[in-house]
Each structure stands twice: as C-alpha cells, then as structure tokens.
T-cell receptor
C-alpha cells in the first residue's frame, strides 16, 4: 500500500525567510504532484514532476523529485503573506503510465507572518 | 472550457437518506476519480474510473457507489447517508498519460 508522508504538518514562517516542505512516499514512482489549497477552496495545481531529477520553479516556489530516495521537496524562498495556504503532495504510483488515481500526503498548513 | 463541474456545492442530508453527487468534465479525459477530504487527513480516494463502463474501488469505498456510462460524467451515490460521511467531496479528471489532474470545486456534505 502506497503511503505518502509530509513534514512538517504545520509551518509558521516569517516573511522573507526560506523553508522546505518534504514529501516522502513508500513505493517506486516517478509521478508526483504539488497542490495548493486556500480555506474553503479547491486544489490548485502547482507542479507536476514526472521524472527523476525533475525540478520546476514558479515565483518563490521550487519543487524537485528524487525517485531513488522517494522524496520530493517544495522550497519556499523569501516567503510572503500571500503564500499562506495548505500545501499537498500527491503520488500516482503507476510506473511509466498513470492509473488515474492519487495518494495524498496529510498536507502542510503554512502561515507566513510579517 | 468549464473543466470539472461538481453539483451541488452544499448539501445537508438526514441519516439514512440517499443522494447523488454529480461530476462532469468537458476535457475528454479518460480518467475520473472521487476523493473525500476530512480535517488532518488529506484527501482519500473513494472510487475511480479509467473509462466508460470501468470503475474500481479506492481506499474508502464503503457506503458509496459509482458508475460511468459516458466519458463526461462520473456520479457518486450515497446509498444510506451516515454522519461519518460528513466531509468535503472532490471529483477529479485526468488524461491517460497522467500529466495533469484537474479538480472540481467540491461538494460540502453534512449528514445530521
């Protein structure tokens, strides 16, 4: 059974600081997704990582995937208040193709303070 | 493009009632799936489908039925609602290459 674990689950940051959210998963997979969710809203796709070594950046966020370590990271650079949200990683555990289903981590609640 | 459309957005049911949550997508995606979101537990897979006429169970299927008669629609049926089914339900669709998953806006269900 695929398990996906995020840490930390709660993250309180000061504006301008850097931090990393970690996503570990238990099976071999090269398909990992990062989402953002604001309170009461749906999931917004941030990054899709589809191969070992994949690195993607958008604004102050950068995501990477190491399939051998079964680890993805979401790095936040110079945090701003607008980044406050819940961040989820999710894994599609098919190898080479997709099964059309995701296993999610518990989510990381990020709060950025002035 | 509307993407993935879920209806209703909010629903209150009494214990024992049945209802259907609707999900429709207009992106011609082969795959569709249902998740429930409970506080502190992320999203958990209920049922999924890889094409019309094909469905399978996810992690938490008990109390829910699905069918997929068309590519566009994937309704989720609650047979006899229980308070434990109080949750937020999300439908998602994806192409067969898994390059993206698109989520609907969600249905907030309360069972009293």
């Amino acid at each position: 059974e695929l398990k996906v674990e995020q840490n930390p689950l709660f993250l309180s940051m000061q504006e301008g600081k850097n931090y990393t959210i970690y996503c570990n998963y238990s099976t071999t997979s090269d398909r990992l997704y990062w989402y953002r969710q604001d309170p009461g809203k749906s999931l917004e796709s941030l990054f899709v990582l589809l191969s070992n070594g994949a690195v993607k950046q958008e604004g102050r966020l950068m995501a990477s995937l190491d399939t051998k370590a079964r680890l993805s990271t979401l790095h936040i650079t110079a945090a701003v208040h607008d980044l406050s949200a819940t961040y989820f990683c999710a894994v599609d555990d098919a190898g080479g193709t997709s099964y059309g289903k995701l296993t999610f981590g518990q989510g990381t609640i990020l709060t950025v303070h002035p | 493009n509307a993407g993935v459309t879920q209806t209703p957005k909010f629903q209150v049911l009494k214990t024992g009632q049945s209802m259907t949550l609707q999900c429709a997508q207009d992106m011609n995606h082969e795959y569709m799936s249902w998740y429930r979101q409970d506080p502190g537990m992320g999203l958990r897979l209920i049922h999924y489908s890889v094409g019309a006429g094909i469905t399978d169970q996810g992690e938490v299927p008990n109390g829910y039925n699905v069918s997929r008669s068309t590519t566009e629609d994937f309704p989720l049926r609650l047979l006899s609602a229980a308070p434990s089914q109080t949750s937020v339900y999300f439908c998602a669709s994806s192409p067969s290459d898994g390059r993206s998953y698109t989520f609907g806006s969600g249905t907030r269900l309360t069972v009293v």
